[in-house]
């Protein structure tokens, strides 16, 4: 067999044993509840987490899951363990919640409307569980990034971000939002769904700006998993 089919069969296998291992991390109640909820098992915990049917953040998307798995089987190369991490677009909160839970200092944004349940979601699932209780500010990619996240006080050591990237008008702001965060030293873990053919000119618009490395792919679920560090930095 050729070498190039030779690795896609072996791309093919390992992306089917991920996504088996990711699905059975989920699970539902066995009753059925008056406030319904999703369970998740991470980082030795059951997390339940409550979604909603309104808007995009409401539910738990299939990269948030690829997101939580990487950081969780890939602990020891991307120790997370007291570091200040920032997650953008948190939605229902699962990829903050696992990265508090395996020790990081966690700050998950989103826009205002999505705080409530997401505040919620991290309340339920970190209280008395974490080493350093989480944060959730409002984020509204590209605005007001200097007043309430100025550069001179953002010292995260890693940006996470979970299908962030989809049909909508904000992604010159989406990128904006990266930069701003960013660090030299800073390590951007980035989950993506590929849809249209809007992602595919984003990633060329993103490694303008930055270094990118895919770390993982998963072809059943049209996701790859990016890491990305910022072009022309002093240090790395
Ligand atoms: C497809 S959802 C992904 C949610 C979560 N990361 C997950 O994977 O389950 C996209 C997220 O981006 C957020 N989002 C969309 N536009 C945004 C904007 N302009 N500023 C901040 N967040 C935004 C949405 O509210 C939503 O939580």
């Not at 059975?24 to 049917?53: D, K, M, N, Q, Y």
């Amino acid at each position: 067999m050729d070498p190039s089919d030779q690795k896609e069969r072996r791309v093919d296998r390992e992306d089917q044993q991920a996504v088996d291992e990711m699905r059975a991390r989920c699970f539902s109640p066995a009753l059925v509840t008056a406030a319904p909820w999703e369970g998740f098992c991470f980082a030795g915990h059951e997390i339940r987490i409550t979604e909603a049917v309104d808007c995009f953040g409401a539910v738990v998307w299939p990269s948030a899951l690829v997101l939580c798995y990487f950081l969780e089987t890939n602990a020891k190369q991307y120790n997370i363990v007291d570091k200040n991490v920032i997650e953008i677009g948190a939605g229902t909160g699962l990829v903050s919640i696992v990265a508090t839970l395996l020790g990081a200092r966690v700050t998950a944004t989103d826009l205002p409307e999505l705080l409530g349940n997401l505040q919620y979601n991290i309340s339920r699932n970190t209280k008395m569980k974490c080493k350093h209780l989480p944060q959730v500010k409002e984020l509204s990619w590209g605005v007001a990034l200097d007043t309430n996240f100025p550069r001179s006080s953002n010292n995260f050591d890693y940006i996470l971000a979970a299908d962030v990237v989809y049909a909508h008008p904000f992604l010159e702001e989406l990128l904006i939002t990266f930069d701003h965060l960013c660090k030299d030293t800073t390590i951007i873990l980035w989950v993506m769904q590929f849809r249209l053919e809007k992602e595919n000119k984003f990633v060329d618009r993103f490694k303008e700006l930055f270094d990118l490395e895919e770390i993982s792919r998963f072809p059943s679920l049209n996701i790859k998993l990016y890491k990305a560090m910022k072009k022309n930095r002093r240090s790395a």
